[in-house]
Antibody, heavy 121, light 106 residues
């Protein structure tokens, strides 16, 4: 069964840091691009960023709202995706989803269940 | 950035109805459009990509159409499990952007 499981969410103060993880199983992780998408309470979906696979040199793309503060990485040996979040702001409060994107397909097709990040003092 | 605008923002319908949700892009995106369904409190689920291609396991009651700037999602024969929030997303260029969502209510 194809699965994505996020972890690492929690409460953090403004200006703090947090690292989210997403563990993949049931598919060939190395063949997929991986995305992070977030959803603030009561709001719609916001794409956060993407990391490509090894064949595409692990290059990344980011939304302007997080560029320079968030870093996406992956460890193919652990079938894991990461989101390092620094200089957190209250507006980063959201449920964070990881999602896989098959190279030949384009957009994300499988999503994790999400992990909640709350930035508050 | 490409802006995606969905209409309506909310829609009331009954079991058995056929409904259509539209999505407009601020510039041409070819057929690089996806549709997602989200039940509140749950993760989004992919329905359609490339504007009209159904994802594996998605029933044929869902259909998508459109090209460049104007797209639509049609759901026929509504069932209770179809009442959810629907989002369009463009993946033509970065940053990927979503529509604001359409809440389909009974």
């Amino acid at each position: 069964e194809v699965q994505l499981e996020e972890s690492g969410g929690g409460l953090v103060q403004p200006g703090g840091s947090l690292r989210l993880s997403c563990e993949a199983s049931g598919f060939k992780f190395t063949d997929h691009l991986m995305d992070w998408v977030r959803q603030a309470p009561g709001k719609g979906l916001e794409w956060v960023g993407r990391i490509r696979n090894k064949d595409n040199r692990y290059t990344t793309e980011y939304a302007a709202s997080v560029k320079g503060r968030f870093t996406i990485s992956r460890d193919d040996s652990k079938n894991s995706l990461y989101l390092q979040m620094n200089s957190l702001k209250t507006e980063d409060t959201a449920v964070y989803y990881c999602a896989r994107s098959p190279i030949q397909r384009g957009p994300m097709d499988v999503w994790g269940q999400g992990t909640t990040v709350t930035v508050a003092s | 950035d490409i802006q995606m605008t969905q209409s309506p923002s909310s829609l009331s319908a009954s079991v058995g109805d056929r409904v259509t949700i539209t999505c407009r892009a601020s510039q041409g995106i070819s057929n690089s459009l996806a549709w997602f369904q989200q039940i509140p409190g749950k993760a989004p689920k992919s329905l359609i990509y490339a504007a009209s291609t159904l994802d594996t396991g998605v029933p044929s009651k869902f259909s998508g159409s459109g090209y460049e700037t104007d797209f639509s999602l049609t759901i026929s024969s509504l069932q209770p499990e179809d009442f959810a929030i629907y989002y369009c997303q463009q993946y033509k260029s970065y940053p990927f952007t979503f529509g604001q969502g359409t809440k389909l209510e009974i």
